[in-house]
């Protein structure tokens, strides 16, 4: 644990309990640059359940439990922390990252959203030819939809877990942040 950071911690645990917890500690006066940050905004890029990037910068102790604890291998450490990297496997939403941590730097606030989203570019074969249909298939949260002469479409059921993204064996679909 960082030598500062025993107050807030002692605060993010309300968090736990209720959401207004979270905003009563701020309110307290935990951070002033604190006051308008969403603890439930999800932090793309870091493990899930991270907390916005301001609070993990200052809870995280960049321990490696998560990343010891993750069964898909999609976490490793970063100049500044642990990162989530969704190129080579997608996140199953185990939560062992999240159990693993003792810092609160991630929390289970949000267990439900990485905070990416593919993008699926023009090379697309289902665009080109109408021939694959690989990444609907393999959505577990049947958020692409297939149309005539164009690329999957992507619904409001998706969570961010990447599996799209190991599916495309041409490589039309990349990642970015969920806006
Ligand atoms: S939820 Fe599970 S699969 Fe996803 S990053 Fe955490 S440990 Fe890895
Ligand atoms: S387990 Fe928590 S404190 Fe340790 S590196 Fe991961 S996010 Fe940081
Ligand atoms: S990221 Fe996951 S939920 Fe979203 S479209 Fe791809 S496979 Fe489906």
């Known amino acids: 644990m960082k030598p500062d950071s025993t107050e807030l ?6 968090m736990n309990s209720s959401r207004r917890g979270f905003f009563r500690a701020v309110s307290r ?3 002033h640059s604190m006051e308008e940050s969403k603890v439930s905004d999800v932090n793309p890029g870091r493990p899930l359940g991270a907390v916005e990037e301001a609070l993990f910068s200052r809870l995280c102790n960049q321990c490696g439990d998560c990343i010891n604890a993750c069964p898909q291998g999609v976490l490793s450490m970063g100049s500044n922390g642990p990162i989530m990297d969704l190129s080579l496997n997608h996140c199953t939403f185990c939560q062992q990252c999240i159990s693993a941590c003792q810092t609160q730097a991630l929390n289970t606030l949000n267990t439900t959203d990485t905070g990416w989203r593919p993008t699926i ?6 665009r080109l030819f109408g021939n694959c ?7 577990p949260n049947q958020a692409l939809t297939l149309a005539p002469n164009s690329v999957p479409s992507l619904s409001d059921n998706c969570n961010g877990c990447g599996e799209c993204l190991s599916s495309c064996y041409i490589g039309s679909i990349t990642l970015v942040e969920k806006h």
Do not use: M, R, T
Not at 9 to 14: P, Q, R
Not at 121 to 126: E, G, I
């Open 9 to 14: 911690v002692l605060e993010l645990a309300e």
């Open 29 to 31: 006066g935990v951070s």
């Open 121 to 126: 570019n023009q090379s697309c074969n289902a």
């Open 133 to 139: 249909q690989e990444c609907v298939d393999d959505c």
